[in-house]
């Protein structure tokens, strides 16, 4: 028998995804991928896996599944998730960390609730063919990932392991802040000069909270109106990840990992690269404040929290077996570097 | 969420006459893309221009480039931040600009077979009506030109193809449509459009393609590419169910040839 990760419920939208399906965006594919790069990759890393393997991205609410496989090692890393194994003496192991599973074990992922999503890694990864070069789901387009949809209740997922070897489980030494207060910076532009001198003074000083409209593809941002110097159409141009477009309504809409590739609004500013997984965590009703930075010094940033990443890589430890105490470790308010930078 | 911008592209205005030199500018879109932009407005040269750039890129393989986007009349670079800089690609891109070669694209020319007739056009007694010439005009109009693919964005594979006869030229529809079928193809503004899946939209729908513009399967899952040519070929409803049918079956394959580049 093939050994696979059977899902007892879904959660509320759990798909694969890997750091994103790069070189067709020319041909309007969206590159897709963590929301949260840094959780994704941590809890790759945790599992003993390379980066860019396949995992879940689990939004809002946890799946429950079960082990039909000689022995799996999963790792759970974002916000406030817990892996909760089921069954007798079932009980909270605590996330950002590896846990050791064997056949027939259930585990739900209880949240999260502090972050928009949280990643399930399995050791070894999933054995699910690459589409155009990527694990990434892609629901929308109906591709990538398993059947190119969110999981479904006894849905089979395919592991590429039949059974794990037995190491100490590694932990955070304190888990990644959510940073849900964080002030987002930003690279004014593409079309900062399509906006008012006042609706640029705005983009920077007001507080934006995120709506309901919410997903994979953006924010929408609740705030001011940002008004345009000389209407709201352009030629299409291309969109990166991060762009804060404006459409004719002045609702400013943050485009996350999922957005089209061309549009048709002038963007008025762009979320830099170190600062996207602190965006894609984000969910409705939290705040949102922007500061704008040159590009030299987001550069130096996203450099800045490659190191860092590099540290907390360093510095996994033994996890405890009777887990982590978080609420702990949440009073200690131990602020990680790597979402931090340099502030 | 709804799609941001529901409607494909807004394309400002279209000049065909002669422009002064081009003028490029340099846009950062964040730490982890440039934009370098030819000109504000819609026009062939300014697509050529996006185009060449995008292939002396692409055999420069200048290092950290991720991949680039052509549009309308700018190119998007993304690249990674870890491997290059702003500064330095700036440089870099500098010095294929003042390079100037051939449009050595390898471009193809397509013929993609249309019905214009009945349900498949929604909107083509609108379009008659509102560019004053009778249906038939219109469809001869459409399937009398050769477009130039511009880009492909808003959905996979979607390609905006111009530039339209002037006497089609209209504004977007005020009420845009939830639900368009894929294959529609449909004008606005200077441009035509086939939509390669079920979407929204706000463009006249004037006829449909049993065409398969984008499958996530192929390697090279879009049919079309930015600086490809595109003919329609007016087809009834018959040869489009029969097409269709051998599409669905694999066995199917869109007239095309090489273009000279």
Redesign the interface.
């Known amino acids: 028998m093939s050994a696979a990760l059977k899902v007892v419920a879904p959660g509320l939208h759990t798909t694969v995804q890997d750091l994103g399906r790069y070189g067709y965006q020319a041909v309007g594919v969206p590159v897709s991928g963590a929301l949260d790069s840094l959780s994704f990759r941590l809890a790759n890393r945790l599992a003993g896996n390379d980066d860019n393997t396949a995992a879940l991205e689990i939004l809002y609410q946890g799946p429950t599944l079960e082990v039909a496989a000689d022995s799996l090692r999963v790792a759970l890393a974002g916000g406030d998730a817990e892996l909760e194994r089921l069954g007798e003496g079932g009980r909270s192991v605590g996330g950002w960390r590896s846990l050791r599973l064997t056949r027939g074990e259930s585990f739900r992922v209880r949240g999260p609730s502090e972050t928009a999503c949280c990643y399930l890694a399995v050791e070894g990864g999933f054995a699910l063919p690459p589409c155009l070069g990527s694990a990434s789901t892609y629901a929308r387009g109906g591709f990538g990932g398993f059947g190119g949809r969110a999981l479904q209740s006894a849905d089979l997922l395919p592991l590429a392991r039949e059974s794990v070897v037995e190491r100490a489980e590694l932990a955070l030494p304190q888990p990644l802040a959510a940073a849900r207060d964080q002030t987002i910076r930003v690279i004014l532009g593409p079309q900062a000069d399509h906006f008012t001198d006042a609706a640029l003074a705005l983009l920077l000083d007001s507080v934006f909270r995120v709506s309901k409209d919410a997903d994979r593809m953006g924010l929408r941002l609740d705030g001011p109106q940002l008004v345009h110097r000389d209407g709201y159409n352009i030629a299409s141009d291309g969109i990166a990840t991060g762009a804060i477009q404006v459409p004719g309504s002045g609702q400013a809409i943050l485009l996350l990992a999922d957005h089209q590739t061309t549009g048709g609004y002038p963007k008025i500013a762009t979320v830099i690269s170190a600062d996207l997984p602190v965006a894609g965590r984000r969910r409705p009703g939290d705040q949102v404040r922007f500061a704008a930075i040159e590009v030299e010094e987001a550069e130096a940033l996203r450099r800045a929290q490659e190191a860092a990443l590099a540290a907390l890589s360093a510095s996994f430890v033994p996890a405890a077996a009777a887990g982590l105490d978080h609420a702990r470790l949440y009073d200690l308010n131990l602020i990680s570097g790597v979402v931090s930078g340099h502030e | ?5 529901a ?6 205005a279209s000049s065909r006459g002669q422009a002064a030199d081009v003028t490029v500018r340099f ?7 440039l ?1 370098v ?1 030819f000109g ?3 026009e062939r040269r300014l697509s050529e221009e996006v185009l060449r750039l ?1 292939a002396q890129i692409r055999r420069a393989a200048l290092a950290g480039i ?11 670079i ?1 690249y990674d ?2 491997k290059t ?3 330095k690609l700036k440089r870099a891109i500098e010095a294929l600009l003042g390079a100037k070669g051939r449009l050595e694209q390898e471009a193809r020319l397509w013929r993609v077979p249309v019905c214009y007739e009945g349900e498949f056009a929604p909107d083509l007694a609108y379009v008659a009506k509102k560019t004053g010439l009778a249906p038939e005009e219109v469809v001869a109009l459409h399937a009398g030109q050769r477009y130039h693919v511009y ?8 390609p ?1 193809m111009g530039d339209l006869p002037e006497r089609l030229v209209l504004p977007r529809r005020v009420d845009p449509r939830v639900r368009l079928p894929p294959g529609s193809v449909a004008i606005a503004t200077t441009m035509t459009i086939i939509y390669p ?1 079920e979407s929204p939209g706000g463009w006249h729908l004037i006829g449909a393609t049993p065409v398969r513009l ?1 499958d ?2 192929l390697p090279a ?2 049919l079309l ?2 600086g490809d040519a595109v003919e329609f070929e007016a087809i009834d409803k018959q040869s489009f169910a029969k097409v269709r049918a051998a599409v669905e079956r694999g066995d199917y394959q869109v007239p095309h040839e090489r273009l000279a580049p």
């Open positions: 969420m709804r799609v941001p911008g409607f494909p592209g807004a394309p400002g846009l950062s879109s964040g730490d982890a893309a934009v932009e504000d407005r819609i995008a991720v991949e680039t986007v052509p549009t309308l009349r700018s190119l998007m993304h931040p870890l800089s702003a500064a880009m492909i964005g808003f959905l996979p594979g979607l905006y899946l984008f996530a399967q899952p879009a590419a930015p």
